[in-house]
């Protein structure tokens, strides 16, 4: 199932998980932005772009309720470098690294 909403970091966290297996919610603000969540409460961010036509979907991290919603990605990392290692993430965060994604992407390169 997918659903469009306004994220806020508040809400993230009462979105309510499916009996069984997993449900998209699509950021309503951010446009390829989604969160998946999974029967067990799980919540990932993920980018859904086009490249070349092709539909790519990168996972970005794991919603952290417990991090500020201030916080932001270290300054002189490349939020690229990100990728792969499933960072806790706030929603502000996730945004950011939804956007160098889609950078890379625009780039014709898939981080």
């Keep these: 199932m ?3 909403t306004e994220f806020t970091q508040s809400e993230i966290g009462t979105l309510p998980a499916p009996v069984a297996g997993r449900t ?7 446009r ?3 969160l998946r969540v999974s029967a067990s409460g799980e919540r990932v961010f993920y980018l859904y772009k086009k490249d070349s036509g092709r539909p790519v979907k990168q996972a970005l991290g794991s919603f952290d309720p417990n991090l500020p919603a201030s ?4 300054k002189g990392v490349d939020p690229i470098a990100y990728i792969g290692n499933r960072p806790p993430l706030n ?3 996730a ?3 939804a956007q160098a994604v889609a950078n890379e ?7």
């Design 24 to 30: 998209f919610y699509h950021d309503a603000n951010y």
């Design 71 to 74: 916080r932001e990605i270290t």
């Design 32 to 34: 390829g932005l989604a």
């Design 105 to 111: 992407l625009a780039k014709g390169t898939n981080p």
């Design 2 to 4: 997918t659903t469009k």
């Design 91 to 93: 929603l502000k965060m």
């Design 95 to 97: 945004r950011a690294l």
